[in-house]
């Protein structure tokens, strides 16, 4: 359910330029639930080309379960 916001935040970002920030949900193989929480920037090359996006993510499980 989460995967098209995420994956809107995430075009935006190569497209546009716009800083990635998304809250996502993860089923492991067992069946339980992780929230992530990612942000990142495009990298553009010396034309403007997007080349790459650099960022993080951090498990905010216990935070969206409190």
Wanted: a neutral charge.
């Amino acid at each position: 359910a989460d995967r098209p916001g995420v994956a809107s935040a995430f075009a935006r970002c190569v497209e546009n330029g716009d800083d990635y920030k998304a809250v996502y949900r993860v089923v492991l193989p067992d069946g339980a639930i992780r929230w992530l929480e990612s942000t990142g920037r495009r990298i553009v090359d010396a034309g403007g080309v997007p080349v790459a996006v650099l960022g993080s993510g951090i498990n905010i499980t216990q935070r969206m379960e409190t």
